[in-house]
């Protein structure tokens, strides 16, 4: 990879480009922490949100106006360019949250809200967006919804630190059931 030397989006209007400025904003906001970044909304663009829709999972459920992956691949473009004009218009308004429960396993169940295929895509892109300036803030002990970090590396590291560092006991703690016992008998739970 070489240097980047521009922070805009320029005139080129491909996947490369945004690549670009997602990397010359990260460049900028590691050398100078005190930036503040402004007009990134002109980073929305048609390529922008083409690269985020190739981030969603096909087979994600639909959001509440019905429409899957697979739907709003066959206008793709379109969809696209609407989502980019309402957005640069000020007029793009995010639909409801479709709310289902899925088992807990414990005869409990979770709420889960799925937003819309377009909605997914602006916010995969608004995500890689604030990726790129805070990334480099986050401990390398900073597992959860990181890019290429995840669930499966933390287990691995701390596995890791558990067969040959200083730390040899792992506590698990449910913060939300923490108030559902007595807290006395909790603390002296994890003090032990």
Known sequence: MQPVKETSTGHVGSEICWQTSLRGIAKKATENKTHRFGNLYKLFTVEALREAFHDLKKKASAGIDNITVKEYTEELESNLGKAVEQLK????????????????????????????????????????????????????????????????????????????????????????????????????????
Do not use: M
């Open 89 to 192: 218009s000020k007029q793009y308004r995010a639909k409801l949250v479709r709310r289902v429960y899925i088992d807990k396993g414990n005869g409990k169940k979770r709420p889960l809200g799925i937003p819309t295929v377009s909605d997914k895509i602006i916010q995969r892109a608004a995500a890689k967006i604030l990726e790129a300036i805070y990334e480099q803030e986050f401990s390398d002990h900073s597992y959860g919804y990181r890019p290429h970090t995840g669930a499966q590396k933390a287990v691995i590291d701390l596995t890791h630190e558990l067969n040959f560092g200083k730390y040899s006991y792992i506590v698990e703690a449910d913060i939300k059931g923490f108030s559902d016992i007595n807290s006395e008998r909790y603390w002296l739970a994890v003090a032990c």
